[in-house]
């Protein structure tokens, strides 16, 4: 499973490094120790048996055994740590300090390999305690075998002892590095934090916003970086946004235009079906009705050589001269499209009385063929 935060992650990895090392460390220096122990130990039993075995050598050729077991028990009285030792000549065992006697494995478990010096051997009870056994030569093994059993025990108590001293320094070692550890890298996160809070904050309102992170280096460098990206996100948005508006004006202008485009085509088809101006006019304010918002609407129909204009209001066509419209025509001269004038407009106009009432007034010119 893996950790959900950068803070548990760094923590797992200080706290494995820590205890891997720790116990690393404490088991190489407890073999050592212990190690060192052992051979100070053989060290020490051969000495012990090579003074007993100088001592041993007048009782022994006396055949004094009540001085040699005194020997034998007045060195295990003053050294605990020696198990056992017993003097055998000739395969019989002369004195030991043994209280059920010496067992039968035990006798043929070690010998001496030459007259001048001892040979060890490690031994293993039925109970799993372990013992250096000395197999030491007297008066050069004319006077028989001194053997003599040290226990590693006390030894082997003293390396664990140390293995867990170290393991409690390693547990000390791995608070401590923890505390340290958590307070580093709550300080390391803790910019990474508010710029992921800041981070989360931003939407395409608030992208203007520019993030402050105090931190060390490589966080001002990150925030820095993340304030150059929102704006040139901003930016974009913006541009986005202008275009977004310019193509909706555009589109505006295009529907109005394929309106007007659309109405003509209409009013055309309809218009070239018809047999006479009047009907044609009335069909023109009809359609003009559904694209002008007017309820009286007049219709002007004119050319520059005619002596006379048109007004339709849908019901009737009538005629008046140009001369009594004399101003409106000047205002509209050089009109070449459709367009539509206020009733305010013809202020001072003389109209016939049936054509007063309409709001606006729709004007067509004419091309005079002749």
């Known amino acids: 499973m893996k950790p959900k935060s950068l803070k548990t992650a760094l ?9 891997a090392s720790g116990l690393i460390i404490s088991q190489i ?5 212990r190690v060192i122990l052992i051979q100070g130990a053989v060290a020490r039993a051969e000495n012990i048996a090579h003074s007993l075995s100088l ?40 004195s030991h300090t043994f209280e059920g006697g010496v067992p039968l494995q035990l006798i043929g478990a070690n010998d001496t390999v030459n007259a001048e010096s001892g040979h060890l051997e490690k031994l293993v009870s039925e109970n799993g305690e372990r013992f250096l056994d000395i ?19 006390p030894y082997r108590a003293e390396a664990n002892r140390l293995w867990w001293q170290m393991n409690l320094i390693t547990l000390a070692v791995l608070l401590l590095a923890l505390l340290t550890s958590l307070w580093f890298i709550h300080r390391l996160t803790r910019p990474l934090v508010q710029l992921a809070a800041a981070a989360e904050k931003i939407d395409e ?32 948005t913006q541009k986005l946004k202008e275009s977004h508006g310019v193509l909706a004006a ?21 218009v070239s079906a018809l047999p006479d101006l009047g009907s044609v ?11 002008v918002e007017c309820r009286n609407l007049t219709l ?16 009737m066509l009538v005629a008046i001269a140009a001369t009594d419209v004399r101003p409106v025509l000047d205002k509209i001269a050089g009109l070449l499209s459709v367009a539509f004038f206020r009733k305010e407009d013809f202020q001072g106009v003389t109209l016939p009385p049936n054509i007063r009432k309409f709001n606006k007034m729709a004007v067509f010119p004419l091309q005079h063929n002749g």
């Open 11 to 19: 923590l797992l990895t200080v706290a494995a490094v820590v205890v």
């Open 29 to 33: 220096v407890t073999h050592r120790y």
């Open 55 to 94: 001592a041993a050598t007048d009782p022994i050729l006396v055949n004094d055994r009540v001085a040699l077991q005194k020997l034998l028990t007045d060195q295990i009285t003053s050294t605990p740590d020696v198990a056992y030792l017993f003097v055998i000549r000739n395969q019989s065992v002369l």
């Open 135 to 153: 197999a030491w030569p007297i008066f050069g093994g004319n006077a028989g075998v001194l053997r003599l059993g040290l226990s590693e025990t």
């Open 205 to 236: 309102v608030s992208l203007a916003t520019e993030i402050e992170i105090r931190g060390q280096s490589e966080v001002n460098k990150l925030a820095a970086s993340f304030n150059r990206m929102l704006a040139r996100l901003h930016g974009h």
């Open 250 to 270: 555009q589109h505006g202008e295009l529907d109005r235009a394929h309106q007007r485009v659309a109405t003509a085509l209409s009013i055309s088809r309809e």
């Open 281 to 291: 006019s009335t069909c023109i304010i009809q359609a003009l009705g559904n694209v």
């Open 300 to 315: 002007m129909v004119f050319s520059g050589a005619c002596p006379e204009v048109l007004l339709a209001d849908g019901k």
